[in-house]
């Protein structure tokens, strides 16, 4: 769960570097969702700290943030546009934040439940027109800027020498066809599996669209992700991907 002294320390030391920073951009997993109902004034007093920088701040809920595996919670999901409306006050989750020549494109699917009969979080649902609609929009409007993409869900296998998929945001044939008719798109920050961007197994770019990206990975402020085969998180220190 997300820790005081966790919070504290990285909100006091982003405001010292306030003077060093363009943006921040919160890729999700804001809370680990297991008390009967989420705990989102933890993520609020976070954010607050944060945006006292005076800095920009871009932020997409995770599947943590969306659903619960405890099977006694009174709520078990809800919407990424709830989450935004209930925990961030804005009526959307899908967010744009211009830095001038670098504009950072928040993106979350409608849903990502947790599966109570496979013991596990389903694959998020596919992003819905409305969303591939939006994003085509933008990436008109800001056709001369650097665009990056941001999401929890991950754009693709973020590991090089151990191939997975699951938890990756669909459908990729649509997000391939939309990047394809921008040349615009220079990367993605995803979060997810929380892999440590400087291990040599994480892929450093993404082929989409007919060219590569760049692809940044968030590591968890319970630390970098040691392994494969280990536990991705370590849940009594849990608090998100932050870049």
Known sequence: QFTDNWC?????DLQRLSEFIDGHVHTGDCIEWFTALPEDEKYRAFRGGVLETGKPYLDTPGNHDLSTYNTEATRRFRSANEWASEVVNRPVANQVMDLGEVVV???????????????????????????LTWLDAQLTTYKNSRVWFASHAL??????????????????????DLV????????????????????????????????RIFGVNAPSSAGLFPGATQAQHQWERYAGSLF
Do not use: E
Not at 184 to 211: E, L, T, Y
């Open 8 to 12: 504290g320390r990285i909100t006091k």
């Open 105 to 131: 494109l928040g993106i979350s699917p409608h849903y990502w439940k947790y599966d109570t009969a496979a013991g596990a979080y389903a694959d998020p649902d596919v992003l819905a027109p409305d969303i």
């Open 155 to 176: 754009p693709s296998t973020q590991l090089a020498d151990t191939p997975r998929f699951d938890g990756t945001l669909r459908d990729w044939n649509d997000i391939q």
């Open 180 to 211: 394809a008719g921008h040349q615009n798109v220079n990367g993605w920050f995803s979060g997810h599996w929380h892999i440590d961007s400087a291990d040599p197994r994480s892929i450093r770019s993404i082929p989409v669209g007919g060219r």
